[in-house]
């Protein structure tokens, strides 16, 4: 019986990963990911790629036949009416893989990573709610270098979510990444522990 599902969410490159890693690795948590999940959505073949492919052209599609990313981010965070509509045909898939996984779980603790867990209203998926934080100015540098992006393109990816302060303001647990991996981990060691 699962009796702490962990959504764990934060900005774009806040450092999500890290602390999902550390779960994991430590505290043997199973971890389900609406990433993984959302890159299965599109995956060759399936109805939602093949929509993507209607609404934008055969353009949209690599050589192999699977989906562009990087041309469909330009689109999704140029232009949100695209992005409101891509969310609604992914964010049904991922929420029903995360209901099945979660039945299917004998674990007592599980982490949902839900970097959209707000703006996809998947909050009700999760009995309590980690929020990782660092200052503006440490995400977009973390994300211009992880992703090769503009500055531009990679303030437009930040401000397509809601902010850092919106979420931590809805959040039971703040883990501060903004100084280094030994602080933010005691934190993540305290939520897990002083919850348990």
Known sequence: MTNRIIG?????????TTVAN???NVYDLPILDADIYARDAVSIGSPILDAIAERYGQQILLADGSLNRSQ???????QPAERQWIDSIIHPYVRDRFLQAIAESSASKIVLVIPLLFEA??????T???VVTCSESQQLQRLIARNQLTTEQAK????SQLSLAQKAASADFVLDNSRNLVALLKQVDNAIIGNS
Do not use: C, H, P
């Open 8 to 16: 764990l969410t934060g900005g774009i490159a806040t450092g999500k």
């Open 22 to 24: 550390y779960l994991a």
């Open 72 to 78: 469909l981010g330009e689109i999704i965070f140029s």
């Open 121 to 126: 209203q998947m909050t009700d998926l999760v």
């Open 128 to 130: 309590e709610i980690w």
């Open 156 to 159: 437009a990816r930040i401000n």
